[in-house]
């Protein structure tokens, strides 16, 4: 089942319950890949033009996905969280995470040295 869905530069990418990111061709809707992303169910991603992608799923991990590569950039873990959102920060490589039954969202800042 298909938990999630955005929309990127030339693809659609799924989050599914299986903890599968699914990423399809935007014209053809065909299959491009398949990542195993997750031990649990995704409750979101988001893609950003730098060709970024975060993902958050019930294992309480959040994962930072380099598109260009098609390649696990960073994983972190939030403890006792089931997250539930992520969001990049328009204009940056920022992004937001926040889970069920928290009264904050978490920001998570790219390094500078960070590179694509």
Not at 13 to 24: A, D, K, L
Not at 35 to 45: C, D, E, P, S, V
Request: aromatic fraction near 10%; proline fraction near 3%; include cysteine.
């Amino acid at each position: 089942m298909t938990n999630f869905i955005s929309s990127g530069i030339n693809a659609e990418y799924g989050g599914y319950g299986s903890g599968h990111i699914r990423i399809f061709n935007h014209q053809e809707g065909s299959l491009v890949a398949e990542i195993t992303a997750h031990a649990r169910w995704i409750n979101a991603l988001d893609v950003n033009p730098d060709g970024l992608m975060a993902s958050v799923s019930e294992d309480t991990v959040v994962n930072l996905w380099n598109l260009n590569k098609l390649c696990l950039q960073h994983t972190f873990s939030i403890p006792n969280v089931q997250l539930c959102g992520v969001q990049f920060l328009q204009g940056s490589g920022d992004f937001a995470v926040t889970g069920y039954d928290m009264k904050d969202i978490l920001i998570f800042r790219k390094n500078p040295a960070f590179k694509n």
